[in-house]
């Protein structure tokens, strides 16, 4: 008798936050839609989308779809058997796992990616060690490789975290029941553990491929403004090219990809056990 | 064993990976000189120089309060909608965290954009309370994805039970509810504070004039180099913070020590605990807030006095800023762009008005035609009698009468070379279209500088509009792409000095910096001429100080002044009086920094073309770098 007016006020306690949301989140968002859908003018338009299908706005965002998926996959194989070796450590030292995927955070994301200019370039540090032994130098730095390396680095934790989270997760003795009965190492893993992951690596592959999809600022530093991706394409509408129309027009094709993936999410981690922290 | 073996050896690649770059930083702390790209001993001096620098410290102050602000009213906001989500029917639920994902799984890209767009369309003043909102707005999601696990653990049987037995609602939420969520609480917390202090992306695109964080910081550098003590910084914080965790997770090890520990140390146990869950986390807030207001209060100034100044990077000498101050009472705000194209679409939206800009002579003359300028009231710049009357005639190719412009700095475009790296002669533009230099040229990264090598390497006009021989330039430039190591702004500067290029398109400015850094370095105006440009001070129609930018354009002409920001950025000044001051001799005489006006008779300036035109030459400027 008493819970019922008492939930109702709890649910209250979520306005403020309704609120935000609102003001913050969706109503920008239906900014962009605005502004993408329309010209300079205010007249209605969908030329702002049609631009996406430009030969080098095209090939910008095939790029970047190409790096993305690359560094995804990349990922996810490092990350996989490192969350697995993780997850067997004792489980009292989570928090210390989890805190030394965030601890680079603390140096700032533009420093740590600027870093590894020093690493790969040309009289950098790499180079240096490869003709310490003699070894032939490489060309490292401004490759579509060295952007893919900055994606890897920076979204790694992002898979690492999330499969860890579901991997230490599961129930021991489902592995054990699956030992007694008889299973191998590599069937107890495709059988057991691969598919009880599942919301772990979805929720990793997004948290991966969404920020590698639209970054401007890793193909800026790691591939000397040689290399265009979608996301530098954007930004330039936004912050040189002063056409705000454009910018958001391409923004919201850019976000079929986005929504896509969050689908994704809502199909394959419905508990939202997945979530990388 | 093997098994192990293998395993401890992937996990120390991975850590080697996370780690390496870290460890680069820190070393480059220590690193005796300023380019990022030559070890020169070690030394402490940035730390030194660290708590000196104003500009740096400002920036850290801002970050730290964002992030502790934003994170915490993030998590009272996120902590009570958790609450109340809980108590939703699960279709609402759903529906409340779909809503909660979208900025964590949208493009930082977009979510800043568009929260730019609504501060714009609501004309908030874009500055520290926009970026403060924004950054609220995307820590919410982690605050309640931390909660809401945590929240649905609890049991609901004992929050009855203290309802059955007379607590009030808020009493037991107190006593029994919040004990149980506040590790996800506290979580949600560190990860809002730590995500704040991290984002780039978003700051970059709501932050406003004269408000930088770390990252915006760090970025408006990264073209030139980062300062040493940028470095310096994050290897404190970095090292602060490891330590912090070291500590905390030290405390809790294995019952059976803690347990021996507590017969010994049963007191100091207790201490640790209230020591590092309460004593520093109140230190460390302390110390932020008083700090941020010290920084704050001397930052903003009590007279309210004020300058906007939107000047390129590093293109002032920063002591001029305090000395203006001190004799003028009038406090400066400066903010910093990297190429005219990225400085016009920010003074035309009119989202912040600037007072002082200083544009180059084509962009000048876009401003005036486009009406974004204010005529100039010479009588209050009384020094414009110490500029010369050439480069006063100069302006008026693109300022007719002198009327909206006010020269600052001039030079000319060419070819900055190594000579133990180029065995050929250098004096044109052709040398960057050698095989032999593949991976070594270094090309300007914005659209006319670039297409003016081209333009004028094919014996045209800088200034052309003519669609065939901009289709030839273009062809051109594709032609040069895979040739080309880096297309770069000031970063040709780093990298020449580093011998990490053997030639590069530079203004004469930067050349005489690399050459006093790196004496095997060369600059040359290549013989088919180049472009002699101007950089000058202008007033935007919409400038709210108008006179206190003219007070500032008259300190910056007056002859010491000119001598001084000479001395300290390089770039020629169209002052006499100012060069004879000069002390270096090599400087005050050369040729690269004061070349003969009257032989550069192949050199041009560069015109307006129209906005037709412009979107042309970025239309193709576009096909270049996406070829």
């Known amino acids: 008798m008493r819970r019922q007016p008492e939930l109702k006020t709890r649910k209250l306690l979520a306005g403020p936050y309704l609120f935000w949301a609102v003001s913050f989140i969706i109503i920008p968002l239906l900014m962009i839609v605005y502004y993408g859908l329309t010209d300079t003018d205010g007249a209605f338009t969908l030329m702002n989308l049609a631009k996406m299908a430009e030969p080098e706005n095209l090939k910008a965002l095939g790029l970047a779809l190409l790096l993305s998926l690359v560094s995804t996959l990349f990922c996810l194989i490092l990350a996989y058997p490192l969350a697995m070796i993780l997850s067997e450590k004792n489980v009292n030292q989570t928090s210390f796992i989890v805190l030394i995927f965030i601890l680079p955070m603390w140096m700032n994301f533009l420093l740590r990616t600027l870093a590894w200019q020093t690493l790969l370039e040309k009289n950098g540090v790499i180079n240096s060690i490869l003709e310490f032994f003699h070894l032939p130098e490489q060309s490292l730095i401004n490759t579509p490789a060295a952007i893919v390396l900055g994606m890897v680095y920076n979204f790694l934790p992002f898979m690492v975290l999330p499969i860890y989270n579901v991997l230490s997760k599961i129930d021991k003795d489902v592995i054990y029941a699956a030992r007694d009965l008889g299973a191998n190492g590599l069937q107890t893993f495709t059988k057991i553990i691969l598919p009880l992951s599942v919301p772990g690596i979805i929720s990793g592959i997004t948290m991966v491929f969404v920020p590698s999809l639209t970054t401007f600022v890793i193909s800026d530093l790691l591939g000397g403004s040689k290399i265009l991706l979608i996301g530098n394409v954007i930004e330039q509408e936004f912050k040189q090219g002063s056409n705000w129309n454009v910018g958001s027009g391409l923004s919201l094709v850019l976000m079929i990809f986005i929504i896509a993936s969050m689908a994704l999410i809502v199909k394959y981690d419905k508990e939202g056990e997945g979530t990388a922290f | ?627």
């Not at chain 2, 070291?246 to 201490?271: C, D, V, W, Y």
């Not at chain 2, 009327?403 to 180029?422: A, R």
């Open chain 2, 1 to 627: 064993m093997i098994k192990t073996a293998a395993k401890k050896v992937y996990l120390a690649l991975i850590f080697l990976i996370l780690y390496a770059p870290i460890l680069t930083l820190m070393v480059l702390s220590f690193n005796n000189t300023k380019t990022r790209s030559r070890w020169n001993g070690f030394t402490g001096k940035w730390y030194v120089q660290l708590f000196h620098n104003e500009d740096i410290m400002n920036a850290l102050y801002t970050t730290l309060i964002i992030a502790l602000l934003s994170a915490l009213i993030a998590t009272l906001i996120g902590t009570a909608a958790a609450l109340g989500i809980q108590a939703m029917k699960p279709r609402i639920r759903t529906l409340f965290m779909g809503i909660t994902n979208i900025p964590m799984l949208n493009a930082d890209i977009v979510t800043g954009i568009s929260l730019m767009l609504l501060f714009i369309a609501f004309r908030f003043t874009l500055g520290f309370s926009t970026i403060l909102l924004a950054h609220i707005t995307f820590n919410i999601p982690y605050v309640i994805l931390s909660v809401m696990p945590k929240l649905r653990q609890t049991s609901k049987s004992t929050y009855e039970a203290a309802l059955d037995l007379g607590a009030s609602p808020v009493y037991a939420f107190f006593k029994v509810v919040l004990p149980d969520i506040m590790p996800g609480i506290f979580s949600g917390f560190l990860l809002a504070f730590t995500m704040s202090l991290d984002d780039f992306v978003i700051t970059h695109f709501t932050k406003g004039p004269g408000v930088d964080t770390l990252s915006t910081k760090i970025y408006s550098e990264v073209r030139k180099g980062i300062k040493p003590e940028m470095y310096a910084l994050s290897t404190i914080m970095f090292i602060t913070v490891l330590l912090l965790l070291m500590l905390i997770n030290m405390s809790p090890q294995n019952a059976e020590i803690r347990r021996t520990k507590r017969i010994h140390f049963g007191n100091l146990q207790k201490f640790s605990r209230v020591f590092f869950h309460r004593v520093i986390p109140a230190a460390i807030i302390a110390v932020i807030i008083t700090g941020g207001f010290v920084y704050s209060s001397s930052g903003t100034g009590s007279s309210g006095r004020q300058v906007i100044v939107y000047n390129w990077g590093d293109y002032l000498n920063p002591d001029i800023i305090d000395l203006f101050e001190e004799e003028t009472g009038i406090h400066v705000v400066y903010e910093e762009y990297e190429t005219n194209e990225i400085m016009y679409p920010k003074v035309q939206s009119g989202a912040i008005a600037y007072d002082a800009v200083c544009p180059s002579d084509y962009m000048v003359q876009r401003m005036i035609e486009n009406d974004l300028l204010a005529e100039i009231n010479f009588d209050n710049i009384p020094n414009i009698k110490y500029i010369d009357d050439i480069y006063m005639d100069l302006s008026t190719e693109f300022d007719e009468g002198n009327k909206y412009s006010v020269p600052y700095l001039w030079g000319t475009v060419g070819i900055l070379y190594n000579k133990t790296m180029v065995d050929e002669p250098v004096d044109s533009w052709g040398i960057l279209w050698n095989e032999k230099y593949k991976d070594s040229i270094l090309m300007q990264d914005s659209v006319r500088d670039a297409f003016g090598v081209a333009l004028k390497y094919l014996g045209y006009s800088l200034n052309s509009t003519d669609l065939d021989e901009l289709e030839a330039a273009k062809k051109l430039l594709i032609e040069q792409k895979p040739l080309v190591q880096a297309y770069v702004v000031d970063q040709v500067r780093d990298k020449m000095i580093g011998n990490e290029a053997a030639l590069g398109v530079i203004y004469s400015g930067e050349a005489l910096y690399c050459q006093e850094e790196n004496p095997d370095l060369e600059y040359v105006i290549p013989k088919e001429g180049s472009n002699l440009w101007i950089d000058s001070w202008v007033i935007p129609k919409n400038a709210r100080n108008k006179e206190n930018a003219e007070a500032f354009i008259n300190f910056l002409c007056r002859p010491d002044i000119a001598k001084m920001n000479f001395e300290y950025i390089t770039y020629s000044i169209p002052n006499s009086a100012g060069r004879a001051l000069i002390e270096n001799d090599w400087m005050r005489n050369s040729t690269i920094a004061f070349p003969d006006i009257s032989q550069l008779e192949n050199c041009e300036t560069f015109r307006f073309l129209g906005d037709e035109n412009e979107v042309i030459y970025n239309e193709l400027w576009r096909e270049v770098k996406s070829s």
